[in-house]
């Protein structure tokens, strides 16, 4: 993981192959950490449940931004995913009375799938649950009782992506709505 980054991040700033080799071959990196820690302790998440997708990831960098609308302009209704996004990004709140409003993200389709999921940021990655993911609907009696271990990636990943953006002029962080209204 660290090396497809460390590359990209030694390659020219405007080589946006390298750039997009070491985002492509990082997040995977992440993603086959995440499925090995998965096998020594079962999460709870599965395909079609929601309730985090519900939610505002924030710390998304610039970088995994810019992937991500690339993704969505490849869109036939990319307009309408846009504006639902600047919709979001005008109606912030706190994080705790966010969650409890449940507006879906736009890029959920109506089989509780993301339709940019090759795409989607590290903040939407490493947020899994090991309680019953009914307790993660803010509904639920026992949404107080969940637990989000939150499988941060190491921090030199961070820094590598905040970089990354720096030097492109974006974003080092930003939450999810924000980023893709901007
Ligand atoms: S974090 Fe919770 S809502 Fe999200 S997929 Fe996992 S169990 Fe489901
Ligand atoms: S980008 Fe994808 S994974 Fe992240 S909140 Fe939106 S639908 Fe969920």
């Not at 997708?53 to 307009?79: K, Q």
Request: aromatic residues 4%; proline residues 7%.
């Amino acid at each position: 993981m660290l090396h497809a980054l460390q590359d990209a991040l030694r390659a020219a700033p405007d080589d946006e192959a390298a750039l997009e080799r070491g985002l492509s071959e990082g997040l995977a990196a992440y993603d086959a950490y995440l499925a090995l820690v998965v096998t020594a302790h079962p999460m709870s998440c599965r395909v079609g449940c929601t309730a985090c997708c519900h939610d505002n990831p924030r710390g998304v960098t610039g970088v995994e931004i810019e992937r991500l609308r690339r993704s969505v302009d490849t869109f036939p209704d990319r307009a309408r995913v846009k504006s639902a996004f600047a919709r979001l990004a005008a109606q912030r709140a706190d994080a705790e009375a966010w969650r409890r409003r449940q507006e879906p993200c736009p890029l959920l389709d109506g089989d509780g799938r993301c339709r940019a999921y090759a795409a989607r940021p590290l903040a939407c990655r490493a947020f899994v649950a090991v309680t019953p993911a009914e307790w993660c609907d803010p509904s639920s009696p026992r949404y107080a009782d969940r637990v989000n271990p939150h499988l941060d990636p190491p921090r030199v990943i961070l820094q590598i992506l905040q970089a990354l953006s720096a030097r492109r002029g974006l974003s080092v962080a930003t939450d999810l709505h924000t980023g893709m209204a901007g």
